[in-house]
């Protein structure tokens, strides 16, 4: 059974840095794909960021692309921070390939970490 905690979040200022990570056990995702969703206080669920094996992209909402930067081991480099992107973070995972159109959806994902809020206020 695989596990995932996510670190790094806190509070930080409109045009800060962040850098979340995601610690992996349990069962090896390096084959499937991983990534990103946050979910903001009143809305739902939404995606940020994700890879997967086999494909040399990374995928990012358009809300996030040029800001923010997702490596191979799951950390996601967050700069130029604004209130908007206040939420929790949720790592996620699923240890098999996930076909491009269905990375930027949440059931696709079988493994979620408990989150770690991030708040850009000043």
Same mark, same amino acid.
């Given at each position: 059974q695989g596990h995932l905690v996510e670190s *790094?979040? *806190? @509070? #930080?200022?409109?045009?800060?840095? @962040? $850098? @979340?990570?995601c610690q992996t056990?349990? /069962?090896d995702f390096s /084959?499937? %794909?991983?990534?990103?969703?946050?979910?903001a206080p009143g809305k739902e669920r939404e995606f940020v960021a994700s890879w997967r094996w086999g494909d040399t992209n990374t995928y990012? %909402?358009?809300? #996030?692309?040029? $800001?923010?930067t997702l490596s191979r081991d799951n950390d996601l480099q967050m700069n130029s921070l604004k209130p908007e992107d206040t939420a929790?973070? +949720?790592?996620? %995972?699923?240890?098999r390939r996930v076909? &491009?159109? %269905? @990375?930027?959806?949440?059931?696709? +994902?079988?493994?979620?970490?408990?989150? &770690?809020? #991030?708040? #850009?206020?000043s």
């Open positions: *790094g979040g *806190g @509070l #930080v200022q409109p045009g800060g840095s @962040l $850098r @979340l990570s056990s349990g /069962r /084959r499937g %794909a991983m990534g990103w969703f946050r979910q990012y %909402a358009d809300s #996030v692309k040029g $800001r923010f929790i973070y +949720y790592c996620v %995972a699923h240890s076909i &491009t159109s %269905a @990375l930027r959806i949440g059931t696709s +994902y079988d493994y979620w970490g408990q989150g &770690t809020q #991030v708040t #850009v206020s």
